[in-house]
């Protein structure tokens, strides 16, 4: 499964010195990552995005719109990207719960309902894949595609040809919502009912002409 940075490096010595991003060993559960949101203008790391978003995240995830709504002025490409690595990172922690539940015998096949059946892209031809595969694969593929070089040589200037792959990795994510929607129910409502993941993407998907209606399965 892949992992993304989650933790910018310490700028050293900046002036204003904001309140230390970081959890202390022994620091209590529920005073962790307690330290104050920073202000989008006050931060020029790299990181800015991230950490915008994920602070937003922290304060209360079930605020879709205070964490889609970008700070006036930024660049789209840039905010897209960054949000779906933002999802790309929750959606790793999503999958995670399947590896008991969901498997070649479950599962053979990628579908949602028998009316969908997907097929996996990460491959030199897209193939059949069981659900877990798909997911795993899916995942790593959108990593390997966000962290590659090429495509994405710099985190705060999105080449405009590069951001086209943004619609073909949103699509291919919704996909595992689906999945879970219509064959792991009781998983999704428990992980939705926490984390509002499933509308927050869906969300995001429709706002940026991302998600096309008609790729939205999901009907509550
Ligand atoms: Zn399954
Ligand atoms: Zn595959």
New binding site residues.
Partial sequence: MASEEQQPQQQPQQQPQPTKRRNRIGTKNKDLYKWEPTTYELNESSYATQEYIQDRIRMDETNIDAILRAPEGHDVNVWLYEQIRQFTLELNHFSVLFKDICNQNTCPKMKATDDWLFL?A??PAI?E?SAI??FI??LDSTSATLNSEKLFPKRMEIPPSSAKQFNSIVRRLYRLFAHAFYHHRELFNDFEAKTQLCKRFTQFGKDNGLLPKSAIIIKE
Avoid: L
């Fill in positions: 996996c990460s491959h193939q894949c595969d798909y694969h899916t």
